[in-house]
């Protein structure tokens, strides 16, 4: 055998010990919904979290509106509630709002709730038949 033959079987047998030596892979899951260790569900939830550059648009938190609008709000409730309480004793009333009106009529026993939408003009209204009876 010439010097070219010796080191091509050579490197075979080399090649041949270093694939006995080798190893078994083994797969271990990392995610716990696979079997991973549930320890790493929060790590990965948390990683996830953090990459998520998209926002769900249907999505309305209470954080989108401003203070003042908040107030706002909460006002708006607080004041067609106490309309409503003055109704239960007998008496009508009319609460007025930059997108709203609201009328409400207590007619003997009928109540009325006439809602008109300032920027459109559009009228709906509610009508209660038998409201104060015992």
Do not use: C
Not at 29 to 52: H, I, K
Not at 71 to 77: A, G, K, N, P, V
């Amino acid at each position: 055998m010439n010097a070219h033959a010796w080191k091509a079987l050579f490197l075979l047998w080399t090649l041949g010990v270093a694939s006995a030596m080798a190893t078994e892979l083994v797969y271990s899951p990392v995610n716990p919904s696979f079997g991973g260790n549930p320890l790493n569900g929060t790590y990965l939830l948390n990683n996830a979290t953090a990459q998520d550059r998209h926002k769900d648009p249907d999505l309305r938190s209470s954080n989108s509106q401003s203070p003042l609008e908040r107030f706002t709000s909460q006002l708006e409730s607080r004041l067609l509630s106490q309309v409503l309480t003055n109704i239960q004793d007998g008496n009508s009333g009319t609460l007025s709002t930059d997108q709203f009106i609201v009328n409400i009529v207590d007619d003997s026993g009928n109540l009325t709730v006439q809602i008109t939408d300032r920027s459109t003009g559009e009228i709906s209204e509610i009508s209660v038949n038998g409201f104060n009876q015992p």
